[in-house]
């Protein structure tokens, strides 16, 4: 099974709510990344998380809280985001063992009015 | 210039045809190497993936490495219009960092009957 699954597929948000995007795996895969990717635009890396804990940030604003509860769980909060915040956020997993190859979700597409 | 390059786009072949798409690196400690795979609105799919020189064959797909020139490849044998999509390659580095891919901008590829 290679299946990385995320939630919701779609999320529309005002500038002053708070959500969060959800992500899980179970292929016992121990690093776990979040993207951000724009139309026509390669996924940009937000952060990376290996054995549950942030091991790459890429300077991304405060406004996205990347949290790893567990092994299989990703969750990215958000708050105050702007309306260029609006992209397809995508879920990563991947193992050392599988040098590193990468398992993406299926995404979360984000609109900020 | 750019950690990973990819050849300019679009890409157009008639269908039946060899399409040739193909990527280079500056970082001569990256590791390992791959193809994804983007359909439009979709998230990227692993294709491919190589870790040392020569030739990697699954199908109709051939991926090449050459570590010493810093060149990866893609050749796709008899195209079909279900291959139109955008082809991403990454770059994992090496030892620092060595969870992280480096996508290139991706080459889009139509495939006409």
């Known amino acids: 099974d290679t299946e990385v699954t995320q939630t919701p597929k779609h999320l529309v948000m005002g500038m002053t709510n708070k959500k969060s995007l959800k992500c899980e795996q179970h292929m016992g895969h121990r690093a776990m990344y979040w993207y951000k990717q724009k139309a026509k635009k390669p996924p940009e890396l937000m952060f990376v998380y290996s054995y549950e804990k942030l091991s790459i940030n890429e300077s991304v604003p405060s406004r996205f809280s990347p949290e790893c509860p567990n092994s299989s769980l990703l969750n990215l909060h958000l708050h105050a985001l702007q309306p260029e915040d609006s992209a397809l956020y995508l879920c990563?997993?991947?193992?050392?063992?599988?040098?590193?190859?990468?398992?993406f979700g299926p995404g979360t597409r984000l609109t900020v009015t | 210039q750019k950690e990973v390059e990819q050849n300019s786009g679009p890409l157009s072949v008639p269908e039946g045809a060899i399409a040739s798409l193909n990527c280079t690196y500056s970082d001569r400690g990256s590791q390992s190497f791959f193809w994804y795979r983007q359909y439009s609105g979709k998230s990227p799919e692993l294709i491919m993936s190589i870790y040392s020189n020569g030739d990697k064959e699954d199908g109709r797909f051939t991926a090449q490495l050459n570590k010493a020139s810093q060149y990866v490849s893609l050749l796709i044998r008899d195209s079909q219009p279900s291959d139109s999509a955008t082809y991403l390659c990454?770059?994992?580095?090496?030892?620092?960092?060595?969870?992280?891919?480096?996508f290139g901008d991706g080459t889009t590829l139509t495939v006409k009957p």
């Open positions: 990454a770059v994992n580095g090496g030892n620092t960092n060595a969870g992280k891919s480096t």
């Open positions: 990563a997993s991947s193992h050392r063992d599988r040098g590193y190859e990468q398992y």
